[in-house]
């Protein structure tokens, strides 16, 4: 059975830091793509980044250069780099692993880490 069990969210002031982590584990497969979404209370989950295997990353508009989404060494680990948080960043965040496996396409959600901003 897969699992993607995310770390390192917390309280933060405005302007700090955090760094989230996420390890997949129960499959052989080395996942296509890694990344991180995260749903503030009352919006819609939302993209904040991800990256493929072969390096290619998208982020969010809204959040670049301010998050840096990278993958560990270890198979199917991902890291978020989050810096100059504001109250907005306030959020559970969500790792994703997907892609396709013998033509069939496979998702995978984390529990999420919950990521509090004050201001």
């Known amino acids: 059975q897969v699992q993607l069990v995310e770390s390192g969210g917390g309280l933060v002031q405005t302007g700090g830091s955090l760094r989230l982590s996420c390890v997949g584990s129960?499959?052989?497969?080395?996942?296509?793509?890694m990344g991180w979404y995260r749903q503030a209370p009352g919006e819609e989950r939302e993209l904040v980044a991800e990256m493929m295997t072969g390096g290619y990353q998208k982020y969010a508009d809204s959040l670049k250069g301010r998050f840096t989404i990278s993958r560990g060494n270890a198979k199917n680990t991902v890291h978020l780099q989050m810096n100059s948080l504001k109250a907005e960043d306030t959020a559970v965040y969500y790792c994703?692993?997907?892609?396709?496996?013998?033509?069939?396409?496979?998702?995978?959600w984390g529990q999420g880490t919950q990521v509090t901003v004050s201001s």
């Open positions: 129960g499959t052989y497969l080395t996942f296509n793509s």
């Open positions: 994703n692993a997907r892609g396709v496996e013998a033509q069939q396409p496979y998702y995978y």
